[in-house]
């Protein structure tokens, strides 16, 4: 099979071993990844992770030290931004501030010289489609934040991109406009079928927009997923505090095939979990989610139980996040969250200084190597 063939059956866009530098500090470490025609990566991770130099790498608005960029079986590794037809959207939204929303939706098209009936045919289909009709003639500082989002998108999409990247597109925005316009974007690109590059930091932005997730730390790529397998399978540590939370119990020693000692009690761990990785006798972290954590009204018939005391109970509206202090034999403690609906709160009477029965399901606990 010729290598042009290859290229085509593999994913529309490839990312390959990409690494940029700026001076002595590496942003970028032998970055690989693709992406299929008309799929949604979300690209996650703290700030400095790299994930805005990857897209600008994308882009074509940052050289790679070393690397390559396929479109298609189009190597672009080399070229400019105005040779690789892709739509960005900032974290600012680059607006013109002197040019209405009708003109700046145009500007692409302009550039390109497209006749004026075809160009306006364009806006109007795009006012129309983004929600901004009868809004055209508006500029910028006459916008709400939402509008000048959308007036963003429009232009990004306005000239047909291979790729549209967005940065950060919903960060400045409030939370109640952030969740409509997520919902809007992933409706969009789904209908446009546009091979789409999102980064965020918002975690809850990338598992409900994203087909997949790419997590990244320190200039490197540590996880790829859908947002399923990144959140009930973290590969790491790392990634399990980063996406949603985590409560981790340190200092476990594996016993047997899915038994560890945690201080003075027993936890059993599912083998699919990790615990097949660890070594006999050797250190490990256990983890487990909040809302997976099982406060219970006895103990009794239950494995992976362990009596633990009540610090604190914080009201988040239909659920508590309760605060609880586990013994671990001596003086030893480990502090825990368990997330619980109200109604069960109030049936059970919890209230601090308690002391409770907790449950650790032996399919929910991870295990990491200490």
Known sequence: MSQK?????????????????FGSFRALKNVSFQADRGELISVLGPSGCGKTTLLRVVAGLEKQDSGEVFVGDRDLSNYPISKRNVGIVFQ???LFPNLTARQNIAYGLKTRKLKKSEIDRKVDALLQLTGLKGLGRRYPAQLSGGQQQRVALSRAIAVSPDILLLDEPLSALDAKVRVMLRLEIRQLQQRLGVTTIMVTHDQEEALTMADRILVMDQGKLVQEGT????????????????????????NAVKQDQGVYKVGEHILHVSGENGSAQIKEQSG???AIRPENVMILPNEEGRANVIKAQVEAIEYRGAMFR??????????????IESDMPSEKISRLNISENMVIPVHFPTDRLRVYQA
Do not use: C, Q, W
């Open 5 to 21: 063939a290859n290229l085509k059956n593999s994913g529309y866009l490839r990312v390959k071993n990409i690494d940029k530098s």
């Open 92 to 94: 600012s939204y680059a």
């Open 227 to 250: 947002p399923h397998e990144i959140y009930e399978h973290p590969a790491t540590p790392f990634v399990a505090s980063f996406i949603g939370s985590m409560n981790f119990i340190g």
């Open 284 to 286: 490990a972290i256990l």
């Open 322 to 335: 309760v605060g609880l202090k586990l013994p671990l034999g001596g003086d030893t403690k480990v502090l």
